[in-house]
């Protein structure tokens, strides 16, 4: 029986950046349907692409209505 690997971790596959209303950032395997609620913002790339687009652009990982009242 061989192990199924993660897709979330499969350096081989491209990746897309998705963003919800909250303004939070996901990592998403771009042969999976994009989820309600969520839209493509960067991608397909490779995931080190994605994480690294998601590190420059996801400076307050609270979500949007917390950084509005704070």
Do not use: H
Request: net charge negative; with cysteine; hydrophobic share 35%.
């Amino acid at each position: 029986m061989t192990e199924q690997q993660n897709p979330f971790d499969d350096e081989s596959l491209d990746f897309l950046v998705l963003l919800n209303a909250r303004q939070q950032y996901s990592l998403w395997p771009a042969f999976s349907d994009v989820p309600a609620g969520w839209q493509s913002v960067a991608g397909p790339q490779t995931r080190a692409e994605c994480i690294s687009y998601i590190e420059e652009n996801w400076q307050d990982m609270r979500p949007a209505g917390l950084k509005t009242a704070g």
